[in-house]
């Protein structure tokens, strides 16, 4: 069948009819910008794979934050880089921790910002997984994460998290059933309130090797496919995000972005909770590459790879060209 008097070009002819018909909007609403807070003072460290990003002391984490809330930014996401590291992931937890410190000065100084919190033990455990090593095996590059011992860890990162003042958390560590024991701590010290954003579809991708540099996190041996998805499985993505709706998640989330918006789209069709989807380190920084060289226009291709998020069905964006696009969007 053909429609001779239907004529897509009539409609592309300038830029009043375009923004018209667009389908799809972009603004910075949308966006959340990731920080790495590290110990010190007065520390503003450039992150080399990842340019125009810091890995920034607490006093100023919190003088960005407010730089981010006056771009008009509704959200920050905070990783910590801790004193010390240890078998357990102590410093994950504890009230001195990095971001714990580093939520209640934000909240006190801009309360106006979403603070939201990645919650895992990569960052925070010597031997970098994500989890805690259970006890079978001699060596311990021979043992594997404990799932159910972990979640009990995660669900005290998260509640220490919405002590200090966190407005949502976010569970990256894919470890089956952490949804449902991070909502009911939550829930059992009377904070409800507080919802939960979850990694719930995260690819054992390596698209994440910048930011292992940024938060010091590259495991010290094996890697993290036990507990990873394979970046081969689509249909799987379903039974993951059912699951953590199931358990209570409020938002799904699925990392990385751009080589992933067949599973946004489908989970988009498949869920009606609101999705988001993180433009990772790599993303980040191949684009960065690019630009560097000339080879590409950083702008026009930074906001393309975003619109091309939302186009396939991500309501919110995680991504470290926030800052940079809110100036423009
Ligand atoms: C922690 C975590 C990672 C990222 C976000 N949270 C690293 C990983 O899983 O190895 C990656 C983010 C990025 O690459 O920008 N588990």
Known sequence: MIYPEYRPRRMRRDENIRAMVRETHLDRSHLIYPLFVCPGKKVREPISS??????LS??????????IHDLGLPAVILFGLPEKKDARG???????????????SMKKAVPGLMV???????????????????????KESDREVDNDATIELLA????????????????????????????QALDEHDFDQISIMSYAVKYASSFYGPFRDAAECAPQFGDRRAYQMDPANAREAIREATLDMEEGADILMV???LPYLDIIHMLRQEFNLPIAAYQVSGEYAMIKAAAGN?????????????????????????????KDLAKIL
Do not use: N
């Not at 990842?50 to 890995?55: A, L, R, S």
């Open 116 to 138: 939201v919190t990645d919650v895992c033990l990569c960052e925070y455990t010597s031997h970098g997984h994500c989890g805690l090593l259970s006890s079978r095996g001699s």
């Open 90 to 104: 102590t410093h994950a937890w504890i009230k001195s921790g990095i971001v714990q410190r580093a939520i209640s």
């Open 58 to 67: 607490v006093d100023q984490a919190v003088e960005e934050a407010s730089r």
């Open 156 to 183: 005290k990162v998260a509640l220490s998290h919405a002590r200090a003042g966190a407005d949502m958390v976010a569970p990256s560590d894919m470890m089956d059933g952490r949804v449902g024991a991070i909502r």
């Open 50 to 55: 990842m340019p125009g990003c810091f890995q």
């Open 294 to 322: 000339g080879w590409v226009d950083e702008e026009a291709v930074a906001l393309e790879s975003l619109m091309c998020l939302r186009r396939a069905g991500a309501d919110i964006i995680i991504t470290y060209f926030a």
């Open 255 to 257: 990392k990385p972005g």
